[in-house]
């Protein structure tokens, strides 16, 4: 199954993404505590752990307080994500597999007849 975020980028285990967005049903069906904690993920990031057999992205928040740890789980659909380039180095590899999509190939003969 293929998974991609709201651009159509793919999403797969180890991806980061941008939260956009809480699913309304979970809005309602939650305590109002819960979705409060849910609200401060959307416009974080976080590594995808998990790709469910449904097709959601699973990402997790972890916070530390004193009386020790606790977190939240949420499955995200394509609307409700997307890909965040990970460093420096991939957004070059994908700048060049930009520019190079967009320069004629080396092999191939001018469409215009060659100087004498």
Not at 53 to 68: L, Q, Y
Not at 87 to 113: F, I, N, Y
Request: aromatic content about 6%; some cysteine; overall charge negative.
């Amino acid at each position: 199954m293929i998974v991609v975020d709201r651009k159509g980028q793919p999403v797969e285990v180890g991806t980061r993404v941008r939260v956009l967005e809480i699913a309304a049903f979970l809005k309602r069906a939650l305590p109002p505590e819960e979705v409060q904690e849910l609200a401060t993920m959307v416009g974080e990031v976080f590594e995808v752990y998990e790709i469910d057999e449904c097709g959601a992205a699973w990402v997790e928040k972890v916070w530390n307080d004193p009386d020790g740890s606790r977190s939240h789980s949420l499955a995200l659909d394509a609307h409700e994500m997307e890909v965040v380039l990970r460093h420096s180095r991939e957004k070059t590899r994908v700048a060049r597999e930009k520019v190079t999509h967009l320069m004629p190939d080396p092999t191939t003969p001018p469409p215009w007849p060659e100087a004498a």
